[in-house]
């Protein structure tokens, strides 16, 4: 009667080693198919990766260019996730600024995009995001490509004079401390946007970088020989002197 008790015994111990095999199994097919976004979150500092992600943003439509703001991501993944906070303009009449928020997916090298609500605050939106039911099956490759650091500085420049007509409230809002001291109000920098438009070039001569902490700090020479400085926190997060 024992013998037949521990047979009975040893058959459930086995059905049930089975049985969790096959749950585990089960398990990492669905978190293939349903990926959940890891609970690291950092922001993104890499330039190159930064401008990848901003380009194939702006690939999607042709009519306007993506500016990219903020970008949040979980790094050491096999699948990548890209939470960008920016906004866009109007590729051929420089019309105003439309905010947009994009998570862009990379998984083999591939990637897709999802459209994202307006956001406050991009980093808590990542953290507590769920990749549920996202499809990231594309034919799209996510190629990194190297950007050189005077394209970026004149990137900045350009931004800014284009900003000054066009959004002028955010265009002020990216002074550097010396020179609010010259505009200490937005109105009087707004009364003065054509003479600073004008004032300076967004081709750039010449530059030299320093360093303190995390931050850099660009002393820039620009075509026309005017001084611009440009203090970077992280890839497209700046502010402007001159």
């Known amino acids: 009667m024992n013998r037949k008790k521990n047979i009975v015994i040893l058959v459930i111990i086995s059905l049930l080693i089975i049985l969790g095999i096959i749950a585990v199994i089960f398990g990492r097919d669905a978190g293939e198919d349903n990926p959940k976004i890891e609970s690291t979150i950092e922001r993104l500092k890499n330039s190159d990766e930064f401008y990848t992600v901003q380009r194939v943003i702006s690939n999607e439509n042709h009519d306007v260019i993506f500016h990219a703001e903020e ?18 303009t109007d590729r051929f009449e420089g019309s105003e600024t439309n905010s947009k928020n994009c998570l862009v997916i990379v998984k083999d ?63 002020y809002n990216m002074l550097g401390e010396s020179t609010l001291k010259k505009y200490s ?58």
């Open 71 to 88: 970008v949040y991501y979980n790094p050491n993944s096999k699948v990548t996730y890209y939470f960008t906070k920016g906004y866009e």
């Open 109 to 171: 090298d591939y990637y897709g995009i999802v459209q994202l609500p307006q956001i406050d605050n991009m980093e808590e939106y990542a953290k507590n995001y769920k990749l549920e039911n996202v499809n990231i099956n594309s034919n799209k490759k996510f190629e990194v490509e190297k950007i050189s650091e005077k394209s970026i500085l004149s990137g900045y420049v350009a931004e800014f004079k284009n900003l000054s007509i066009i959004d002028s409230k955010k265009a």
């Open 185 to 242: 109000t937005y109105e009087s920098f707004k009364n003065n946007i054509n003479s600073i438009y004008t004032s300076f070039s967004s081709v750039v001569f010449g530059y030299s970088v320093s360093y303190e902490g995390d931050y850099k700090y660009y002393k820039i020479k620009d075509s026309l020989q005017r001084d611009i400085e440009i203090i970077e926190y992280y890839p497209n997060d700046y502010k402007i002197n001159f």
